[in-house]
């Protein structure tokens, strides 16, 4: 979708908007980071995301790669710098067909810094010499296709701007009669370079309405976070500094906590005044950190990290082939962007109902490059180590880790892309730690919930008019010998279905091959019922494959082949079994009751403290950022 449109729709509504710009990182380690925080800050709701081109085009490839996974695996909505630097019009071309291919809609036009060792800008051959060049080419050869945002300068452009009060004024003219021959051939947005003047801003704004242009002006913003940075930053774009500024950060400038607490405070001063002036939203310049410009948009008001803001309760792709998919298989809760890559070839995604789920292939382990590997680096190893240990005597060791994941003193487990849980897992929390106590190796999971208002804090999506429910959900690792005493117990309740398989195929269930069950749903005015979350038995089979390999590509990777950690690992994929059990009753029942032992049939339970009510939903998660 274009950001122009989410721009528009969001001042329609009255609400403030903001958005996150990036840079590629040097190294792969920097990438994988990166990618860790952008799905952090993607929580937050951003109406775009922006990654930039590089200087001298230096990072082109890593770019678009970046670009790619941030629209279709981040799930957020991407605009990629393009600059003329070093591109003449073959590679331009290429780059905006990759960028219709990945589903990408949204380009900012920049002419671009001149390559490295060069003082002056000069357009290759085939290319272009400035970013009006290069909107009018991509109009003219991909229509109305791309949303195309420019740079606006409140200051004038760097290389003008001089000491001469009127050669300043002069420049400043240009550049706004410029801006404006820049949106006539088909800009849609303007982003600004920094400021610390907002009155700058401002009359910035004024002076671009008064010429007749009319799109969105965006300040960019870029909290200081360290003093050598903002100086060198101030001094390349020749940004005016106010002496109150200088002054302050004079006093504290070899502090560096001071410093950033200084530049948040700033920021959500300047912010305040910038939103006060009817301005409708702000980009910020992170620097691929995260605690500044978050700091400041809390401060604002505009995130809320207690509050939930889920359309589904799974982030909805950005991708306009799967803008409108709408239901998922529940077992790849913890790893969306390997489900998102295994069905990426789909020619069609379900919406309302999960259908025929045989009818559409999973892309094998093979084809996905994208999965989260927690000792894909010596760095990530020994971190993972730490976590899951240096070596292993035998499967209790094994068993501590998962209890220390279920009691939140550990961040991360090899089955999930993100560390800790998510904020309804607080109430079955207690109840996790007891099944890894008693050797059920737990990777997923989901409360019951019976009619919570759709805005609730912990479990509700989809809006603020509606009711959601789920029913009560658990998926771990058992050996058979445990899984033959579990087995008669669920068997005893008809209420709970299940389903057992191991790393050879061998089944162990109660649940027709077909069978499709709902065990997450919304209530909405005028809507159909909403079915996001299924389990789904073919699903499952295909979900068990990668769920044993991660065993012994993340996990055993840690150890030597042969060594007696490995055979640890490797024996638990030989012969352990992954079972999914879901509780039906989603009012009565205690699916946590059965799973440990302490329920008879004859038992009836009449109130469950795991479902939704307004006192079990006060006990906070321990960890709860994602998912178990």
């Given at each position: 979708?274009?950001?122009v449109?989410?721009?528009?729709t ?7 908007f ?6 590629p ?7 994988e980071?990166?990618?860790d925080?952008?799905?952090?800050m993607a ?5 775009f ?8 085009g ?6 678009l790669?970046?670009?790619g ?10 605009m990629m ?7 003449p019009?073959?590679r ?6 990759k960028?219709?291919?990945i589903?990408?809609q949204?380009?900012l036009?920049l ?7 060069q003082e ?5 051959e ?10 009018k080419?991509i109009?003219s050869?991909y229509g ?9 300068y409140?200051?004038a452009?760097?290389?003008?701007i001089?000491?001469d009060?009127k050669?300043m ?6 550049d ?5 021959k820049?949106v ?5 947005v303007?982003?600004?370079q920094?400021?610390y ?7 910035f704004t004024?002076?671009?309405r ?5 799109c969105?002006?965006i ?6 976070m360290?003093y ?7 001094g390349?774009c020749?940004?005016h500094?106010?002496k109150d500024?200088?002054?302050a950060?004079?006093?504290i ?30 980009h ?6 995260e605690?500044?410009?978050v ?12 509050q939930l803001?889920r ?9 306009e082939?799967?803008k409108a998919?709408q239901?998922?298989?529940i077992?790849?809760?913890?790893r969306?962007?390997s ?13 309302g109902?999960w ?6 292939a999973y ?9 989260r ?8 190893a020994?971190k993972?180590?730490?976590c ?25 487990l ?15 929390q ?7 106590l008693?050797?059920y190796?737990?990777i ?5 919930v019976?009619g919570?208002?759709s805005?609730d804090a ?8 509606g009711?959601?429910?789920?029913k009560?959900?658990?998926e771990?690792?058992?050996?058979p ?14 209420s709970?279905?299940y389903m ?6 061998k089944v162990?269930s109660?649940?027709?091959q077909?069978s499709?069950?709902?065990?997450t ?7 159909e019922?909403v079915?996001?979350?299924?389990v789904d038995?073919?699903?499952?089979s295909?979900?068990?494959?990668e ?13 030597e082949?042969?060594s007696r ?5 490797q ?13 039906n009753?989603y009012v009565?029942g ?5 799973l440990?032992?302490?329920v008879?049939p ?6 469950v403290?795991a479902?939704?009510n307004?006192?079990?939903q ?8 994602a998912s178990?």
């Amino acid at each position: 979708m274009k950001v122009v449109d989410k721009m528009n729709t969001a001042q329609k509504a009255g609400e403030t908007f903001f958005s996150f710009e990036f840079f590629p990182p040097r190294t792969e380690e920097g990438v994988e980071n990166l990618f860790d925080r952008m799905d952090r800050m993607a929580t937050h709701d951003p109406t775009f995301c922006d990654i930039t081109w590089g200087a001298g085009g230096t990072t082109a490839d890593l770019t678009l790669e970046i670009a790619g996974k941030m629209q279709n695996m981040v799930c957020v909505e991407t605009m990629m710098h393009l600059t003329c630097t070093n591109m003449p019009q073959d590679r331009l071309r290429d780059a905006l067909d990759k960028l219709k291919e990945i589903g990408i809609q949204n380009i900012l036009a920049l002419r671009g810094d001149p390559p490295k060792g060069q003082e002056n800008f000069e357009a290759v051959e085939g290319g272009f010499a400035c970013a009006l060049d290069l909107v009018k080419y991509i109009r003219s050869n991909y229509g109305d296709y791309f949303g195309i945002t420019v740079a606006g300068y409140p200051e004038a452009h760097p290389e003008v701007i001089s000491d001469d009060p009127k050669a300043m004024e002069e420049a400043y003219q240009n550049d706004l009669q410029y801006l404006k021959k820049k949106v006539e051939a088909g800009a849609q947005v303007i982003i600004t370079q920094l400021f610390y003047d907002v009155e700058k801003f401002i009359k910035f704004t004024k002076d671009c309405r008064a010429l007749g242009i009319e799109c969105p002006i965006i300040p960019g913003v870029m909290p200081i976070m360290t003093y050598g940075g903002f100086k060198r930053m101030t001094g390349f774009c020749k940004t005016h500094v106010p002496k109150d500024i200088e002054k302050a950060l004079e006093g504290i400038k070899d502090n560096d906590e001071a410093v950033k607490a200084f530049g948040i405070d700033l920021g959500t001063r300047m912010c305040k005044r910038i939103l006060e002036s009817g301005t409708p939203g702000l980009h910020m310049y992170t620097l691929n950190t995260e605690r500044s410009s978050v700091a400041i948009l809390e401060n604002l008001g505009l995130i809320n990290k207690t509050q939930l803001n889920r359309s589904l309760p799974w982030r909805q792709p950005t991708n306009e082939r799967r803008k409108a998919e709408q239901v998922r298989p529940i077992f790849w809760a913890n790893r969306p962007k390997s489900y998102i890559n295994r069905t990426s070839d789909w020619d069609k995604y379900p919406q309302g109902r999960w259908g025929n789920a045989k009818s559409p292939a999973y892309g094998t382990l093979s084809d996905y490059q994208f999965m989260r590997r927690h000792t894909s680096s010596s760095k990530r190893a020994e971190k993972a180590k730490q976590c899951w240990g240096a070596s292993l005597s035998k499967v209790d060791d094994v068993g501590k880790v998962f209890v220390k994941y279920a009691k939140g003193d550990l961040g991360m487990l090899p089955w999930s892309e993100m560390e800790g849980f998510h904020r309804e897992t607080g109430s079955i929390q207690d109840q996790l730690q007891q099944l890894n106590l008693q050797g059920y190796f737990t990777i997923n999971s989901q409360p019951q919930v019976n009619g919570a208002p759709s805005s609730d804090a912990k479990v509700g999506w989809g809006g603020t008019d509606g009711y959601v429910y789920q029913k009560a959900y658990v998926e771990f690792f058992v050996s058979p010998e445990k899984l033959d005493g579990l087995e008669q117990r669920l068997q005893q309740q008809p209420s709970i279905t299940y389903m057992a398989i191991n790393s050879k195929g061998k089944v162990r269930s109660n649940v027709g091959q077909s069978s499709v069950n709902a065990v997450t749903w919304g209530v909405f005015p005028g809507k159909e019922v909403v079915q996001p979350t299924v389990v789904d038995p073919h699903s499952f089979s295909v979900w068990k494959d990668e769920a044993f390999q991660v065993w012994t590509e993340d996990w055993g990777n840690l150890y030597e082949k042969g060594s007696r950690s490995y055979k640890i690992i490797q024996d638990i994929v030989d012969h352990w079994y992954l079972v999914s059990v879901v509780e039906n009753d989603y009012v009565h029942g205690d699916l946590f009751k059965v799973l440990l032992g302490n329920v008879s049939p004859d038992d009836k339970v009449e109130e469950v403290a795991a479902a939704w009510n307004p006192a079990s939903q006060q006990q906070e998660p321990k960890a709860a950022t994602a998912s178990q």
